[in-house]
């Protein structure tokens, strides 16, 4: 099964700053075959992103995804307050699917 | 809209089965596959499996066989999970979640099913 391995754990940063989450997989990813989620507590996970770099039904342009093969990225721009959560990748182009461990977004 | 409504929260001993339903609206329920995607406290997200309601296949996660079942029930258009022999490793969040037709990605999430296994 391909681990996907996202990093950092946690990143504390400010309103307005620029972030990019990273997601490394043990295996080449079929197809770029990978999606972004965000997750707040308490609610159902958020679609951002799939096939590595199309933008969800929805979803602000601060966020894109870039990357193939076994590196992928997620980019905010500018981060508003309603970012701050955590962000999962998910791999679904070799089976079994599976996620990363999350990145925690907190407020500085 | 699309809308997965998941059932209500429960508490289990060990040992006993739980079965959720994920009652689904929006969409032609056929057509699409969905999978079940569970988070144990302070974990990440892990997938559990998958069922195609038009024909009724399955695939489960390796460390889930034998334990899990996914079934669907076409007329009211809802998808159901059992997990027997149920330990305190598998208190989570359960989640059904509808995969995109096309490009096979997990679009639309049910709200969660906290399962409580304890003595």
């Known amino acids: 099964e391909i681990v996907l391995t996202q990093s950092p754990g946690t990143l504390s940063l400010s309103p307005g700053e620029r972030v990019t989450l990273s997601c490394r997989a043990s295996q080449s990813v079929s197809s770029s075959s990978v999606a972004w989620y965000q997750h707040k507590r308490g609610q159902a996970p958020r679609l951002l992103m799939y096939?590595?770099?199309s933008r969800a039904t929805g979803v602000s342009d601060r966020f894109s995804g870039s990357g193939s093969g076994t590196d992928f990225t997620l980019t905010i721009s500018r981060l508003e307050p309603e970012d701050f959560a955590l962000y999962y990748c998910h791999q679904y182009g070799n089976s079994p699917r599976t996620f990363g461990q999350g990145t925690k977004v907190e407020i500085k | 809209q699309v809308q997965l409504v998941q059932s209500g929260a429960e508490a289990k001993e060990p040992g006993a089965s739980v079965k959720l339903s994920c009652r689904t609206s929006?969409?032609?329920?056929?057509?699409?596959?969905v999978h079940w995607v569970r988070q144990a406290p302070g974990q990440g997200l892990q997938w559990m499996g998958v069922i195609n309601p038009s024909g009724s296949s399955t695939s489960y996660a390796r460390r889930f066989q034998g334990r899990v079942t996914v079934t669907g029930d076409t007329s009211t258009s809802t998808v159901y999970m059992e997990l027997s022999s149920l330990s305190s490793d598998d208190t989570a969040v359960y989640y059904c979640?509808?995969?995109?037709?096309?490009?096979?990605?997990?679009?639309?999430w049910g709200q969660g099913t906290l399962v409580t296994v304890s003595s």
């Open positions: 979640v509808r995969e995109d037709a096309l490009s096979y990605h997990l679009d639309y």
């Open positions: 929006g969409y032609t329920f056929p057509n699409f596959y």
């Open positions: 096939g590595a770099s």
